[in-house]
Nanobody, 125 residues
Framework: QVQLVESGGGLVQPGGSLRLSCVAS????????IGWFRQAPGEEREFVSC?????????YYADSVQDRFTISRDDAKNTVTLQMNSLKPEDTAVYYC?????????????????WGQGTQVTVSS
């Protein structure tokens, strides 16, 4: 059974940082591409960042988070981490991680098949 569990969300002031983690089980993690998406109230879900399978481990970012967020993976721990710095109120959303097998190539275009339950990030003073 595939399971993705996000953690690390919370309330932070503008300019602050949070570190989100996605822990996977039930999959051959090193062969999977992992993505982060977010959905704000009343908005559609949008791509945030992704990292390809371990053989490449290439990260990609939405323009809105480029230079502020950093994605990384630890295949020994089946974990992908999203370090979020210089947070803005517009980053407020539920953040979801997702996984796709054979995850090599341009991961923003992947059709992700496994999804976590999400973690809330609120940026407010």
């Amino acid at each position: 059974q595939v399971q993705l569990v996000e953690s690390g969300g919370g309330l932070v002031q503008p300019g602050g940082s949070l570190r989100l983690s996605c822990v996977a089980s039930g999959i051959g993690f090193e062969h999977y591409g992992i993505g982060w998406f977010r959905q704000a109230p009343g908005e559609e879900r949008e791509f945030v960042s992704c990292i390809t399978a371990a053989r490449e481990a290439t990260g990609y970012y939405a323009d809105s988070v480029q230079d502020r967020f950093t994605i990384s993976r630890d295949d020994a721990k089946n974990t992908v981490t999203l370090q979020m710095n210089s947070l803005k109120p517009e980053d407020t959303a539920v953040y979801y991680c997702a996984a796709v097998p054979y995850g090599l190539g341009y991961c923003p275009y992947f059709k992700y098949v496994h999804w976590g339950q999400g973690t809330q990030v609120t940026v407010s003073s």
